[in-house]
DNA sequence: CACAATTAAGTTGTGCACAACTAAATGGCG
DNA sequence: CGCCATTTAGTTGTGCACAACTTAATTGTG
């Protein structure tokens, strides 16, 4: 469907606003969940939902962090967090245990079996970008829109309803 | 952090690649979820999530579907659906039915309250499209691009790990 | 018509996201 | 020191995504 163009300041009707709406939440939301299901396959070799294994690039880059350090990296919270650690605990890949210089902060880092994981995971990003049939510079740039997109949704100041400007 | 370049055929090395992944999923992710967090504010005065926004909008669009086909547009399966569905209904916003002509369809439908709420509705897309900060050829172009991904994407031969070609 | 294969919806179980809450430890401040 | 606000994890409850399965209706084929 060719897209209308509506110049200036002129304003769009409001059931075509809600097509295009539809288009944008539609896509952005199939992409994630189509990106989830690719990740899904190639990371079923190595026991990792995409999630987990977010949480494990994170370890194996920093090596050992608190919940709340690895929760600011990934934007996730412990109610998150806790559960997915206890299962990677389970699955031997990290170990967490309190911090003794300040008892309120649990330090997960990747035990052995964790670390030798990464030997594995090397060739994950080689075969998602494959699949995305994307190259590196289509790749980077759209990283850098999503990021700023995701800064503007952060920091935006949505308008009220029927506002107290 | 400057990208790096490398020209032509050359390889990256693994732990750059693997840099570069979590920089990708991170930032898809994470738009994502920031989506849904200004959606789920804008949507609460509406009583609706994300999810159940989406199923609105198609419904608004067409009237009526089976269940298939709410899935078909929305790339959900009843597994999903079934339950939100179950929710809408007890909101009051749609009716499901038993299709007379195959028992085993259901058909879905908006009620009067559920019509009512498109009114309510169409000014989310303008607060959304404001908190995203992109002008309207930007938001063209990015969902272009994301449709572009999910294509790829769900079309994709993954390679196996070590594979009979 | 009988019967196997297919299709549609729903159910069950696992895992993630997030809000709201609790529990425990820490850090200030009078 | 005593006490309170803050910080960090964890828990609980709701809802979504998806795989695997069940149930019932329909279709196709002999």
Redesign the interface.
Known sequence: MA?KR?PGGMTMP??D???????????????????G???R??LK?LGLT?PQY?VM??L??HGELPVKKLGEH??LDSGTLSPLLKRLEAAGLVRRERSARDERSVRVRPTGEGVAL?ER??????????????D?AE??D??S??????T???G?E??E?AGRG
């Open positions: 897209p509506y409001a059931a606003w809600l097509r295009l709406d539809q288009q944008i939440c539609f896509s952005l939301n199939a992409a994630s969940r189509a990106f299901g690719v990740y396959v190639v070799d995409y977010l690039l994170v194996w880059e990934l934007r990464r995971a090397v060739e994950v990003p080689r075969r998602i970008a494959a699949a995305t049939g994307f590196l790749l980077q759209l990283r829109r999503l990021e700023r997109l995701t503007a949704l952060d935006a949505l308008p309803t």
